[in-house]
């Protein structure tokens, strides 16, 4: 890992989806804005979905949404790519098809601007992958380097999936490994191995794309996908006022060095928020301390959590499988509301 002037991690104090604002905080700051009033905004910050959807017609919907952070890496196109896939995932796990992106950039001043470029370069890489298009952004000087993507994307409406609404009885499948935090905690000690850390790289840089495809086959109920509020406050959000999932810890996929780590204490701040914001929402104390940690995980540009019937869901994960996410797995149920909106088997 790089130490020098020009090294990304040396300019700031934390990266990726771990630098974002616990939830509950967001949540209180949101609830004194004033309420929508516009019919046509289908989703909005009054929920907790991946991004906003505005109906355009009597068929479409647009999704918008925006994400960038600082990095968590060194090598700055591996940055661009991470963050770039991070921001084009919430249309994925909405159900969309992303058509137009712009760039978000916050660049020291002194900084060699050959590493923005590289920066950009990199994210431009995965929007083409993407199937979108590029069409320009905004930079500022700051303190720190961060980057990410504002994105439009486009989806059927009576096709749309929120994160809020799974079916009791549905199966859940995750479709990437825990524990890319971790990994990069350990990065930032000098202590990730090297099979890990490219281990994580791939998962991060991984386009959700291909898993969106092959949902669209399928009678999926509720999808998000798993980023800085690690698995267990995004399953939290996905049950909702009316539903509790209940996960088969054995059954998580993760990075076996990630697990190694996290019995070292190898740990991040926002995987400790991850475990205030969950609270008496969900026991975990029946949970091993690795996995409790690896549950609370701040995953950037993570996989989809998606309820699906239980009759289609081991086609699905088989299909997503074959896609790439050589993960995928089934990790759980929806239920009726019980006790904990979160619970174990």
């Known amino acids: 890992m790089e130490s020098g002037p020009e090294s990304l991690l040396s300019n700031c104090l934390s990266g990726g989806c771990g630098a974002k604002i616990e939830s509950e905080g967001l949540a209180r700051l949101l609830a004194g804005l004033p309420k929508n009033s516009d019919e046509r905004l289908l989703v909005g910050y009054d929920s907790c979905d991946d991004a906003a959807i505005y109906r355009l ?3 479409r919907s647009l999704i918008f949404t925006v994400d960038f952070f600082p990095p968590m890496i060194d ?19 909405m159900g969309g098809r992303p058509f137009l992106a712009l760039n978000l950039v916050c660049f020291p001043e002194a900084m060699d601007k050959g590493v923005l470029a590289e920066i950009l370069a990199g994210g431009a890489e995965k929007i083409a992958e993407a199937g979108a298009v590029l069409g320009g952004g905004h930079s500022i000087y700051d303190r720190e380097p961060k980057y990410g993507l504002a994105v439009a994307g486009i989806v059927e409406t009576a096709k749309l999936i929120r994160n809020n609404t799974p079916k009791p009885g549905h199966s859940l499948i995750l479709t990437k490994p825990l524990g890319v935090g971790i990994i990069m905690a350990a990065l930032r000690a000098g202590m990730a191995d090297e099979r890990a850390l490219k281990q994580a790289i791939a998962s991060m840089e991984r386009l959700n794309r291909s898993a969106c495809e092959a949902m669209a086959d399928f009678q999926v109920s509720a999808c998000t996908d798993i980023t800085g509020f690690g698995l267990l406050v995004h399953a939290l959000e996905m049950a909702g006022d009316s539903s509790s999932l209940i ?3 054995e059954a998580v996929p993760y990075i076996q060095e990630a697990a190694a780590y996290a019995g070292e204490y190898l ?8 475990r205030n914001r969950a609270g008496p929402a969900v026991d ?8 409790q940690e690896l549950f609370f995980d701040p995953q ?4 989809l959590l998606i309820a699906a019937p239980p009759e289609e869901a081991p086609a699905l994960a088989a299909r997503i499988r074959e ?3 050589s ?3 089934l990790i759980g149920e929806v239920a009726p509301r019980l006790e904990k909106p979160v619970l174990f088997r």
């Open 323 to 325: 896609g790439g996410d």
């Open 300 to 303: 950037t540009s993570g996989g």
């Open 327 to 329: 993960s995928a797995a």
């Open 57 to 59: 017609d009597g068929e």
């Open 284 to 291: 975990v104390s029946a949970l091993p301390f690795v996995t």
């Open 75 to 93: 090598e700055p196109g591996t940055f661009g790519r991470i963050a770039a896939a991070n921001a084009l995932s919430d249309v994925w796990a």
């Open 267 to 274: 740990l991040s701040a926002a995987g400790q928020r991850n």
């Open 247 to 249: 996960l088969y810890p």
